[in-house]
């Protein structure tokens, strides 16, 4: 085989192994925010298909089931087209050793790279390559076993905050159902350990999510109570409480708002989703003043006790939502969640005191 050939060959498995080791070492090991456009196109590629049988012509339950095989299915392509590449990398490497033939190469690659014995090469620079190979597969291959206790350690300290506020809010969590919840065991002090749990919770996910991106991905384990409609249910909820309801409203609230738009504007910057940099009352917001008086209503039936200007209230609410709004809501279609529907408060029964004994 010509010597330029050789040389094109081997500079060309080089680089391609070094494209390979980057984005294996970006997108599993490396602990900050990371923009790998190999791992991006694989991504995509597979919600391609996904998305061919999780059309928005199917029920909710029917796509949640689809796309629950998302994330584990697009790990498992990140594994096996990076061994596909290490073949095709190492075949031109041993194209350039010496040895005669691609098809010859190439299946001497595979038999280096999962270790099979099959076949082997003949001389120093042959038999250092297949070394090396084999090493490479064996950490491509334990790379990904190591990654997922740490996923799935990540994603069940999101999921437990997720099932507790279900104690609080039902099933699905309503922002309106926090405050009646806490109305009916007159427990409006104890919100702030609400507040605080999830000030954590905004700023865990805010960390996770954007190191260990796949995990936006799992989804959770109750289709009704996804962690999209979690996250709004807390904030809108910490801003009704401290924009309506007629207790001195609590700084923990308004923490916890806060962290949660910061951890949220980290998520939008990865995926690129648009938002306000400089967010004013101004601004339309995916919530309608008719939306939020149904909901004051509601609360006021229940017994919660509310600011008697609702105007007031409502411009305080716009000041809290404008700043996470716009985020939210795109959250809810690229990770395909039901929107929390706050026309629904109008058929949802008051709840009734729960911490009342009898006489």
Request: aromatic share 12%; charged share 15%.
């Amino acid at each position: 085989m010509a010597i330029w050939i050789r040389v094109l060959a081997g500079l060309f498995g080089f680089f391609l192994q070094l494209l390979v080791l980057d984005a294996a070492i970006r997108t599993f090991l490396l602990p900050r925010v990371a923009n790998v456009r190999l791992s991006r196109l694989v991504s995509k590629g597979v919600a391609t298909v996904f998305r061919l049988f999780a059309s928005p012509r199917r029920s909710y339950p029917a796509r949640d089931q689809v796309l629950s095989l998302y994330a584990s299915i697009v790990l498992l392509t990140y594994q096996a087209l990076w061994l596909a590449l290490s073949v095709i990398a190492f075949g031109f490497g041993f194209v350039a050793a010496g040895v005669s033939g691609f098809g010859l190469a190439f299946e001497t690659s595979g038999s280096s790279l999962f270790t099979l014995g099959t076949i082997s090469g003949s001389g120093g620079v042959q038999i250092t390559i297949s070394f090396v190979e084999a090493s490479i597969g064996l950490t491509l291959l334990a790379l990904l076993i190591a990654f997922i206790p740490t996923l799935y350690t990540a994603f069940q300290r999101r999921e437990l905050s997720v099932a507790r506020l279900a104690v609080r809010a039902g099933v699905p969590a309503t922002p309106w159902g926090v405050l009646e919840v806490a109305q009916s065991v007159k427990s409006f002090d104890a919100l702030d350990k609400l507040w605080l749990e999830w000030e954590q919770w905004f700023i865990d996910v805010g960390e996770t999510h954007t190191t260990l991106t796949i995990l936006n991905f799992y989804r959770s384990p109750n289709p009704n109570q996804t962690w999209i409609a979690a996250a709004a249910t807390v904030l809108d909820a910490a801003a009704i409480f401290n924009a309506a309801v007629d207790v001195e409203p609590s700084p923990t609230a308004g923490l916890c708002i806060r962290s949660g738009w910061i951890a949220l504007r980290r998520l939008a910057d990865y995926f690129r989703i648009p938002y306000p940099l400089h967010p004013e009352r101004t601004i339309p917001i995916a919530i309608s003043r008719h939306e939020f008086d149904l909901v004051l209503e509601h609360l006021a039936r229940s017994g919660v006790p509310l600011v008697a200007d609702h105007d007031a209230a409502w411009q305080d609410f716009l000041g809290w939502r404008v700043n996470y709004d716009a985020i939210i809501e795109a959250c809810y279609e690229r990770f395909t969640c039901p929107r929390i529907d706050w026309n629904l408060v109008q058929v949802q029964p008051l709840l009734p005191p729960s911490n009342v004994r009898g006489t």
